[in-house]
């Protein structure tokens, strides 16, 4: 998150003019320009993002969507993307045994 966090601080700087007193790290200028570049292509959280990574129809479908998606950050933050796979399916296991799946997360 070190490296995410640095990344940030360069686009509040550079983007949105924020003084180096309030900066909590060391600016990353490669890493910012990454975020920047990410943000202004797929929008609010994502929902402007025009890339094909896949269907996300079904439960597994979604799985492999998001499995794609991460493939392409793994340069940029591996500890987070290793483990994301192991996560997903660790929560849709813990959401089938708390009765938390809604009907669309049930298909196969």
Excluded: C
């Excluded at 025009?50 to 979604?62: D, H």
């Excluded at 969507?65 to 997903?88: C, G, K, M, T």
């Amino acid at each position: 998150m070190y490296r995410f966090a640095s990344g940030l601080m360069w686009m509040m700087q550079y983007a949105l003019g924020m003084e180096d007193k309030y900066l909590l790290m060391e600016p990353n200028e490669k890493e910012g320009r990454f975020i920047l570049q990410e943000v202004m292509m797929t929008g609010n959280m994502g929902h402007g993002d025009t890339r094909k990574w896949g269907s996300q129809k079904t439960a597994f479908k979604r799985f492999i969507h998001n499995l794609r998606r991460d493939a392409y950050l793994i340069n940029h933050y591996p500890q987070e993307i290793v483990f994301q796979p192991f996560f997903s399916l660790w929560l849709y296991f813990w959401r089938l045994s708390k009765g938390l799946l809604g009907s669309e997360d049930n298909d196969n």
